[in-house]
């Protein structure tokens, strides 16, 4: 198993940043790929950016393309997501996710065997 805490959250004001952390543990080494998530109130949880653990792939959501940066560390095993130029629709509850094993498409979601509890973003001025 792998356990995933996210930290990061908070309140920013429209145009700000905020970057979030997925810390992993247990069995990284059997990690292929970390994502992040998001669910907004009243929508369905949808993707937003996701990395291979061996930092060679990403791919991100096209609404948050050119704003929101995916990295990760592997000798602390962390995934971070670099949000900028924060929009009052980007709030939403923000998800961490790790898939054990080849993944083609890293945004397809119901592929990802671990979940984070989840970090609140709120954007509002």
């Known amino acids: 198993q792998v356990q995933l805490v996210e930290s990061g959250g908070g309140l920013v004001q429209p145009g700000g940043s905020l970057r979030l952390s997925c810390a992993a543990s247990g069995r990284t080494f059997s990690v292929y790929a970390m994502g992040w998530f998001r669910q907004a109130p009243g929508k369905e949880r949808e993707f937003v950016a996701a990395?291979?653990?061996?930092?060679?792939?990403?791919s991100i959501a096209d609404s948050v393309k050119g704003r929101f940066t995916i990295s990760g560390d592997n000798a602390k095993n962390t995934v971070y997501l670099q949000m900028n130029s924060l929009k009052p629709e980007d709030t939403a509850v923000y998800y961490c996710?790790?898939?054990?094993?080849?993944?083609?498409?890293?945004?397809?979601?119901?592929?990802?065997?671990?979940w984070g509890q989840g970090t609140q973003v709120t954007v509002s001025s």
């Open positions: 990395i291979t653990w061996s930092g060679g792939s990403t």
């Open positions: 996710a790790a898939r054990f094993g080849y993944l083609r498409y890293l945004n397809t979601m119901s592929r990802y065997d671990y």
